[in-house]
């Protein structure tokens, strides 16, 4: 486990940074639409071959003037390509960031939640030897233990539904 006990230093301030950045980043993207998931899928798909498909037909459509269709300007279809290439580009680096932050999250969850654990058994033991406020403590946290499914006083055991015929 390389991430064992982390001891990170991320503070309300540089928070406040982070999210900033995210914001000037957004800011300095104000093209970016949002698609329904039926717009979605309405796209085409064209799988991995998309890349060298748009790529070879920019080219052709360049050296070959003369088939170009004037509803579609070259000039605008070689930027919204070359744009999409370098957003793909950010895409990949926000993509590192958002694996590392879930994955950094994951292990501070691990490691408080061993904490948590640790704390509360020890609460058990005191509770053993008539510590105050011990019962209390494990009364709080008890039901909230990582993987126990809350208990409905009220509700009867489950059964399993089999029929006999012999008892009719």
């Not at 039926?38 to 890349?51: F, I, R």
Request: glycine share 2%; with cysteine; charged share 15%.
């Amino acid at each position: 486990m390389p991430y064992a006990n982390l001891q990170p230093v991320f503070d309300d301030a540089t928070l406040a940074l982070a999210v900033a950045d995210v914001q000037n980043c957004l800011q300095r993207l104000p093209f970016l639409v949002n698609l329904t998931p039926q717009e979605k899928a309405q796209y085409l798909k064209l799988g991995p071959k998309l890349l060298p498909f748009v790529s070879r037909a920019l080219m052709h459509c360049k050296n070959n003037p003369t088939l170009q269709v004037s509803f579609s300007p070259l000039a605008e279809w070689e930027n919204d390509w070359q744009v999409c290439q370098r957003l793909e580009a950010l895409q990949v680096q926000v993509q590192v960031l958002q694996e590392a932050l879930a994955d950094t999250i994951i292990a501070l969850k691990q490691e408080s939640t061993r904490a948590a654990l640790a704390f509360y058994n020890n609460a058990q033991k005191a509770a053993t030897f008539n510590v105050p406020g011990s019962d209390s403590i494990i009364a709080d946290l008890q039901p909230m233990l990582p993987g126990r499914k809350p208990r409905n006083k009220n509700a009867a055991p489950q059964t399993t539904n089999t029929t006999n015929n012999n008892t009719q």
